[in-house]
């Protein structure tokens, strides 16, 4: 019989967090508690704490409590045995702590060398085989815990009988019994999920999937007819004794010096000193330092700065290129100041407040971009300075997106290959789906397949595992600070602390961002080419207005230039026409989803150099640089300055609130704003245009601390570009492969600037870097498909300066063991030999017997060279060699005629169950000719082409082709 006021809670329950040993959603769980209202339950996962964050962050929004354990196989006396701990308080948070920091995870727990008080343990019979046969395990167990149960899993009648023995067992010895039925997912119906999670952790297939299980959530009637009153009573026992909360877990802030007062100190020295360094010495400056540092220092943060600006300043002392800044610390003073950033936000008008504002209290955030290949050397540093159990990498974990479900269900349940390949193709390459139903509202290919029964029933399997975690990864920037030993407060273990950044930062723990970034590699690549040019480099914030730097950009000469790359973007600089940095960082806020709207606008009036009155004086001077439109963020914070006169602070929070759409926050707010405007001489009715303005603008308004820092890189490699561009063509080269369809962009841009990219040289050109010489650039040996690293290698070595002859270049590959004709083809074939005056032909030709006599030759001898050639089969071979023709113009080739494109044929036509397929190229691309009979062509044919080119998929549809004889 269930009283009215039966209550249980579930403990043996495993959650997604277990990685593909459960089916079970938190979310999942939660609801299902409410549903038969539970007061909490538990999660004891496998071997690690991963779900205390996500489990305690839900289960405290919905009331419910939260009871934490372990799931682990443990060892004692040699006996092995499944068991379940759970944590009563801070004792036995510590000794699980030591459990799950030390652990390996291949063996069961030798439980002999732990401390377990604190702890409560409920042993999992059903890993018992014969209970009488664990007595003294048992007791030598109970022994070392606060408290110990013996859990009741009843499935079947099976398990029904082994109960009752387990029951007779307790009338002996004094142990209590606690329903204990295994969870792993919510519902019977989930077991399907189960099983296809459980088949790819194990790499197995399943022949038929069941459709029910028995490890779902019981009812209180299912429990009360499977457990005894007091079985089910002893969940809550254990839940009451629990009172541990992990929310309680709180982070210690790194500390730069122990006492608040001396990092205070220290931090007001560094700032007014460097402040004194870069003459900013007005009031204007010194007051704005002040006002920031005494902000710091109430919220608690010198030492957050001096830390940031420590690394910084470390890696720029050893070279280390760090960029100009990033998101909204830029607008910190006392960050430029310090060297964090390379940000002025007095000369931008920046805010502070948008960046750390003592209403809105939260963890400073300052991150900051690295060159990519270094980005390592800062952390080891910050681990060497701190400790490296005080400086952690952050766990992520990869989950099942679509088209992983795909792919995985078609493995376990053996779908017919070809097929799931079909559909998973079908998902949108970059798709931001969550589930089926998304995408099949937005990708029309996917959907029109879910016409087939096949397919959907693929689709209905695969839905179910959708967004389950399967492994853990690392946190691609992120970095934990802390200042005491990690491994104290939370699981922390092969220098990886494993709760994810957002449950973290909610304990107090500090996150440092620290990203790589591949283009200020590409900066640091281009500076060394102006050093070994000769030329001067230059402070990109003294040129912010250079206007052969907005000529290149108007040109639409964007290859290589950070965040200006894209085709979109493109189009939008077609419209606004920069002109000056003003303009370039207004772009990068406005190309945006939303914003994009004002693109036309802002290009408009910046082209009539007309800006519409709003009305209201203090916001036409305060829209001005952005032509009466809203972009930024700040621009919102000075209105409601201006306006209603609010302070810095308030004014960030009003614009936190409309962003965030908190309306209970906006109305608040916006009853301060009326009266505040009202009270600074504004009629209501203005007042109320005024916020309606800010309202209609905010949910578009940008960073412009953020835009302005991203603004300098993009203008830096501009004026590079503009100013250098042997420098800047040849560092781009260096992460250009030759086959990139950007490459052919590449030269054509390099060409407007008089510069000609050049075939690897015997003479000239060294192993992996491109070199300049006379306004040309020679690519890198390695750019030749078909030899190894040993050849260039040693030619590069051996060269002495120069090879005087062809004859000297054989003798010494022969002597470092490097000479085979595959190689020695490939060279020939990118045009190394060139210089030497011999035909390509003719040196293929005379091959196999330069071969051969090198183990005769002195290396000064004069060789007899064939002087045949062909230079359709140079072009193609310099392709297939190299990716690209670059000494060979098809069109000196081929007579061309308006509206044909010349083209090579490669290989032999083939006939396909399409149609017949021609291979063909024009020394830079290669194309397919679709055509539904044969054409009758062969490879190095000469042919001119129209028809509809697809420059995506470099097919050639609906040819028309002459042949030239």
Same mark, same amino acid.
């Given at each position: 019989?269930?009283?009215?006021?039966?209550?249980?809670?579930?403990?043996?329950?495993?959650?997604?967090?277990?990685?593909?040993?459960?089916?079970?959603?938190?979310?999942?769980?939660?609801?299902?508690?409410?549903?038969? =209202?539970?007061?909490?339950?538990?999660?004891?996962?496998?071997?690690?704490?991963?779900?205390?964050?996500?489990?305690?962050?839900?289960?405290?929004?919905?009331? $419910?409590?939260s009871i934490y354990g372990l799931t682990l196989d443990i060892c004692l006396n040699g006996e092995i045995i499944k068991v379940s701990f759970y944590i009563k308080n801070n004792d036995g948070y510590k000794n699980i702590l030591k459990i799950v920091n030390s652990i390996d995870l291949t063996e069961p727990l030798k439980v002999d060398s732990y401390e377990l008080k604190g702890l409560i343990a409920v042993i999992h019979t059903s890993s018992i085989t014969k209970i009488d046969l664990c007595k003294n395990l048992i007791y030598k167990l109970s022994n070392k815990v606060d408290n110990l149960y013996l859990g009741l899993e009843?499935?079947?009648?099976?398990?029904?009988?082994?109960?009752?023995?387990?029951?007779?067992?307790?009338?002996?010895?004094?142990?209590k019994l606690v329903a204990f039925p295994n969870i792993l997912y919510a519902n019977k119906k989930d077991h399907e999920a189960y099983q296809i999670l459980n088949a790819i952790k194990e790499k197995s297939t399943i022949e038929s999937l069941n459709q029910e299980g028995p490890y779902f959530i019981l009812s209180p009637k299912a429990l009360g007819v499977l457990y005894s009153n007091e079985e089910i009573n002893n969940t809550v026992e254990i839940a009451n004794d629990c009172t541990f909360n992990f929310l *309680?877990?709180?982070?210690?802030?790194?500390?730069?010096?122990?006492?608040?007062?001396?990092?205070?100190?220290?931090?007001?020295?560094?700032?007014?000193?460097?402040?004194?360094?870069?003459?900013?010495?007005?009031?204007?400056?010194?007051?704005?330092?002040?006002?920031?540092?005494?902000?710091?220092?109430?919220?608690?943060?010198s030492d957050y700065f001096l830390i940031v600006s420590d690394y910084i300043n470390y890696a720029k002392s050893i070279g280390i290129l760090v960029g100009p800044g990033r998101g909204s610390a830029a607008g910190s003073l006392v960050s430029y100041v310090l060297g964090i950033t390379e940000i002025d936000p007095l000369k931008f008008n920046l805010s502070f407040e948008r960046f750390l504002n003592p209403l809105r209290v939260t963890m400073p955030d300052i991150d900051v971009?690295?060159?990519?290949?270094?980005?390592?050397? /800062?952390?080891?540093?910050?681990?060497?300075?701190? !400790?490296?159990?005080?400086?952690?990498?952050?766990?992520?974990?990869?989950?099942?997106?679509?088209?992983?479900?795909?792919?995985?269900? !078609?493995?376990?349940?053996?779908?017919?290959?070809?097929?799931?390949?079909?559909?998973?193709?079908?998902?949108?390459?970059?798709?931001?789906?969550?589930?089926?139903?998304?995408?099949?509202?937005? =990708?029309?290919? %996917?959907?029109?397949? $879910?016409?087939?029964?096949?397919?959907?029933?693929?689709?209905?399997?695969a839905n179910k595992i959708v967004g389950f975690p399967t492994n853990t990864s690392i946190h691609a920037a992120g970095i934990i600070l802390s200042n005491t030993p990690l491994n104290e407060s939370i699981e922390f273990k092969n220098g990886i602390v494993n709760q994810e950044f957002s449950y973290l930062e909610q304990l107090g723990f500090l996150k440092m961002d620290i990203l790589s970034l591949s283009n200020l590699t590409f900066i640091k690549n281009i500076r060394n080419y102006i050093k070994e040019l000769g030329y001067k480099d230059i402070n990109i914030s003294e040129n912010l207005n250079d206007q052969k730097s907005y000529e290149i950009l108007n040109k639409g000469m964007t290859l290589g230039i950070f965040q200006l790359e894209s085709y979109g973007?493109?189009?939008?600089?077609?419209?606004?026409?920069?002109?000056?940095?003003?303009?370039?960082?207004?772009?990068?806020?406005?190309?945006?989803?939303?914003?994009?709207?004002?693109?036309?606008?802002?290009?408009?009036?910046?082209?009539?150099?007309?800006?519409? +009155?709003?009305?209201?004086?203090?916001?036409?001077?305060?829209?001005?640089?952005?032509? !009466?439109?809203?972009?930024?963020?700040?621009?919102?914070?000075?209105?409601?300055?201006?306006?209603?006169?609010?302070?810095?602070?308030?004014? *960030?929070?009003?614009?936190?609130?409309?962003?965030?759409?908190?309306?209970?926050?906006?109305?608040?707010?916006?009853?301060?704003?009326?009266?505040?405007?009202?009270?600074?001489?504004?009629?209501?009715?203005?007042?109320?245009?005024?916020?309606?303005?800010? @309202?209609? %603008?905010?949910? &578009? !308004?940008?960073?412009?601390?953020?835009?302005?820092?991203?603004?300098?890189?993009?203008?830096?490699?501009?004026?590079?570009?503009?100013?250098?561009?042997?420098?800047? &063509?040849?560092? @781009?080269?260096?992460?250009? +492969?030759?086959?990139?369809?950007?490459?052919?962009?590449?030269?054509?841009?390099?060409?407007?600037?008089?510069?000609?990219?050049?075939?690897?040289?015997?003479?000239?050109?060294?192993?992996?870097?491109?070199? /300049?010489?006379? =306004?040309?650039?020679? $690519?890198?040996?390695? #750019?030749?498909?078909?030899?190894?690293?040993? /050849? &260039?290698?040693?030619?590069?070595?051996?060269?002495?300066?120069k090879f005087c002859s062809l004859s000297n270049v054989i003798v010494s590959l022969r002597k470092s063991n490097s000479l085979d004709i595959n190689s020695f083809k490939s060279l020939i074939n990118a045009g190394v030999f060139d210089s030497f005056g011999y035909t390509r032909g003719g040196l293929i030709e005379s091959c196999p017997q330069l071969i051969q006599d090198s183990e005769y030759m002195l290396g000064d001898e004069t060789l007899d060279i064939k002087r045949s050639d062909d230079k359709v089969k140079n072009l193609i071979r310099e392709k297939d060699t190299l990716g690209v023709c670059l000494s060979i113009?098809?069109?000196? @080739?081929?007579?061309?005629?308006?509206?044909?494109?010349?083209?090579?044929?490669?290989?032999?036509?083939?006939?396909?169950?399409?149609?017949?397929?021609?291979?063909?190229?024009?020394?830079?691309?290669?194309?397919?000719?679709?055509?539904?009979?044969?054409?009758?062509?062969?490879?190095?044919?000469?042919? $001119? /082409?129209?028809?509809?080119?697809?420059? =995506?998929?470099?097919?050639? #549809?609906?040819?028309?082709?002459?042949?030239?004889?």
């Amino acid at each position: 019989m269930i009283k009215e006021d039966f209550n249980f809670y579930p403990l043996n329950v495993l959650s997604e967090y277990s990685l593909l040993e459960s089916a079970l959603k938190i979310e999942d769980y939660i609801a299902k508690l409410k549903l038969f =209202n539970y007061k909490g339950g538990a999660i004891a996962d496998l071997n690690h704490t991963y779900g205390y964050g996500p489990f305690s962050v839900q289960m405290e929004k919905n009331n $419910l409590k939260s009871i934490y354990g372990l799931t682990l196989d443990i060892c004692l006396n040699g006996e092995i045995i499944k068991v379940s701990f759970y944590i009563k308080n801070n004792d036995g948070y510590k000794n699980i702590l030591k459990i799950v920091n030390s652990i390996d995870l291949t063996e069961p727990l030798k439980v002999d060398s732990y401390e377990l008080k604190g702890l409560i343990a409920v042993i999992h019979t059903s890993s018992i085989t014969k209970i009488d046969l664990c007595k003294n395990l048992i007791y030598k167990l109970s022994n070392k815990v606060d408290n110990l149960y013996l859990g009741l899993e009843i499935y079947n009648q099976d398990d029904i009988t082994k109960a009752n023995l387990i029951r007779d067992f307790v009338k002996v010895y004094p142990y209590k019994l606690v329903a204990f039925p295994n969870i792993l997912y919510a519902n019977k119906k989930d077991h399907e999920a189960y099983q296809i999670l459980n088949a790819i952790k194990e790499k197995s297939t399943i022949e038929s999937l069941n459709q029910e299980g028995p490890y779902f959530i019981l009812s209180p009637k299912a429990l009360g007819v499977l457990y005894s009153n007091e079985e089910i009573n002893n969940t809550v026992e254990i839940a009451n004794d629990c009172t541990f909360n992990f929310l *309680d877990i709180k982070g210690h802030m790194l500390k730069f010096y122990q006492e608040q007062k001396e990092s205070d100190n220290k931090l007001r020295q560094l700032a007014f000193e460097n402040a004194n360094k870069l003459n900013l010495s007005s009031d204007v400056y010194l007051k704005r330092i002040e006002k920031e540092l005494n902000i710091i220092s109430k919220m608690g943060y010198s030492d957050y700065f001096l830390i940031v600006s420590d690394y910084i300043n470390y890696a720029k002392s050893i070279g280390i290129l760090v960029g100009p800044g990033r998101g909204s610390a830029a607008g910190s003073l006392v960050s430029y100041v310090l060297g964090i950033t390379e940000i002025d936000p007095l000369k931008f008008n920046l805010s502070f407040e948008r960046f750390l504002n003592p209403l809105r209290v939260t963890m400073p955030d300052i991150d900051v971009d690295i060159e990519e290949e270094r980005r390592i050397e /800062v952390i080891d540093y910050i681990k060497r300075r701190y !400790g490296e159990d005080k400086v952690a990498n952050i766990v992520t974990f990869n989950t099942i997106k679509l088209k992983s479900s795909i792919r995985n269900v !078609g493995d376990v349940l053996k779908y017919i290959p070809a097929r799931v390949d079909t559909l998973a193709k079908s998902i949108a390459k970059n798709s931001k789906s969550t589930n089926f139903e998304e995408e099949a509202k937005s =990708n029309y290919s %996917f959907n029109k397949l $879910l016409s087939d029964k096949y397919y959907q029933n693929i689709v209905s399997k695969a839905n179910k595992i959708v967004g389950f975690p399967t492994n853990t990864s690392i946190h691609a920037a992120g970095i934990i600070l802390s200042n005491t030993p990690l491994n104290e407060s939370i699981e922390f273990k092969n220098g990886i602390v494993n709760q994810e950044f957002s449950y973290l930062e909610q304990l107090g723990f500090l996150k440092m961002d620290i990203l790589s970034l591949s283009n200020l590699t590409f900066i640091k690549n281009i500076r060394n080419y102006i050093k070994e040019l000769g030329y001067k480099d230059i402070n990109i914030s003294e040129n912010l207005n250079d206007q052969k730097s907005y000529e290149i950009l108007n040109k639409g000469m964007t290859l290589g230039i950070f965040q200006l790359e894209s085709y979109g973007i493109n189009e939008a600089i077609k419209q606004i026409k920069p002109t000056c940095f003003n303009d370039l960082v207004a772009l990068l806020a406005l190309f945006r989803p939303g914003p994009m709207a004002n693109i036309p606008i802002y290009a408009k009036r910046k082209e009539e150099n007309k800006i519409p +009155s709003s009305g209201y004086k203090a916001l036409d001077n305060e829209l001005k640089e952005t032509y !009466g439109i809203i972009i930024y963020q700040e621009q919102i914070i000075r209105i409601a300055q201006i306006v209603a006169k609010f302070e810095p602070g308030k004014a *960030d929070l009003l614009r936190r609130a409309i962003s965030k759409k908190d309306t209970s926050k906006m109305m608040a707010l916006k009853e301060e704003f009326i009266n505040g405007s009202i009270n600074n001489g504004y009629q209501k009715s203005d007042a109320e245009n005024i916020y309606n303005l800010i @309202l209609k %603008f905010s949910n &578009y !308004g940008f960073n412009k601390s953020h835009s302005v820092s991203y603004s300098m890189i993009s203008l830096l490699l501009l004026y590079y570009k503009a100013h250098y561009p042997l420098a800047f &063509y040849s560092a @781009l080269l260096e992460t250009t +492969s030759t086959s990139d369809k950007n490459f052919i962009k590449l030269i054509r841009e390099a060409r407007y600037f008089g510069i000609k990219i050049k075939n690897p040289d015997i003479n000239i050109s060294n192993s992996s870097k491109p070199v /300049v010489l006379d =306004n040309c650039i020679y $690519l890198p040996f390695k #750019t030749i498909s078909g030899i190894n690293k040993g /050849v &260039y290698e040693s030619l590069v070595t051996n060269r002495n300066n120069k090879f005087c002859s062809l004859s000297n270049v054989i003798v010494s590959l022969r002597k470092s063991n490097s000479l085979d004709i595959n190689s020695f083809k490939s060279l020939i074939n990118a045009g190394v030999f060139d210089s030497f005056g011999y035909t390509r032909g003719g040196l293929i030709e005379s091959c196999p017997q330069l071969i051969q006599d090198s183990e005769y030759m002195l290396g000064d001898e004069t060789l007899d060279i064939k002087r045949s050639d062909d230079k359709v089969k140079n072009l193609i071979r310099e392709k297939d060699t190299l990716g690209v023709c670059l000494s060979i113009k098809i069109k000196d @080739l081929i007579t061309t005629k308006e509206g044909y494109i010349p083209l090579i044929i490669t290989k032999e036509e083939i006939k396909t169950s399409t149609g017949y397929v021609n291979f063909v190229t024009d020394g830079y691309n290669e194309y397919r000719i679709i055509s539904s009979k044969p054409q009758g062509l062969t490879t190095y044919d000469k042919i $001119l /082409v129209s028809g509809n080119i697809d420059r =995506n998929t470099n097919r050639i #549809t609906n040819a028309s082709i002459i042949k030239e004889k």
